[in-house]
């Protein structure tokens, strides 16, 4: 793999987590999660600027479901960060607090609410849409040499059980309220142990990555089957 491509996956993987840790600012309060917002701003300028090629691309080739799944994955994550970061600027009481921004509070608590939660499953949906490129990597570890069904079925097991846990956690964490607006605060469970908040998150995280590589698969299968009936 070019040192190039590993970057990219380095920045993925620090925006997926930097989002992850995020999303429990209940344990680490305002400056923490402001700085860690402000590093995810340069991530993502790092991001496009390494994928530059893809602009390029946009209007090269055909478009199959698989790509126009992709593409609409990649520009809801790329609106998604540029709600969250106008959001957080307003919002900001510390790194960004000598800006002379006055009003929109509650428009800008609304939308970060928001984009925060759609933030979270768009980039990790992203990742899912990559997960290939993961799993490609693991297969050339020395572990994986050798062909294994036991291996592949206890895999498959675990994957399946996080799956499950996911959904589970994704009802117990009331995403499904914050994704559609059905309230306009968040609840902060301040007391909560932390590895149990990101063990949740971590099982969801899973469930999406799931989901979507999955759907890109499926997508991928059956735009080649109509293809060889033609």
Known sequence: MKPKAKVKIAVDVLMTLGMLFLMG???????????????????????????????????????????????VIDLLVFLDMLGLMVSGVILSNHVFDFLPIQGGMSFARTLHMLASFWGFLLMVMHLGLHWNVFLGMARKAPAFQKPSRRRTIVLNVLGGAVALYGIFAFFRRDLPTYLFLQTHFV??????????????????MGLFIFLAHTAAKLLRKGFHQQKKKR
């Open 187 to 204: 609840f902060f469970d301040f007391s909560e142990p932390i590895p149990l908040f990101y063990l949740d998150y971590l099982a969801i």
């Open 25 to 71: 600012y209940q344990f680490w309060g305002d400056v923490a999660h402001e700085w860690a917002g402000a590093g995810m701003f340069v991530l993502f300028i790092l991001h496009h600027a390494l994928n530059g090629g893809w602009y390029k691309s946009l209007f090269r080739g055909k478009y199959s479901p698989a790509r126009i799944f992709q593409l």
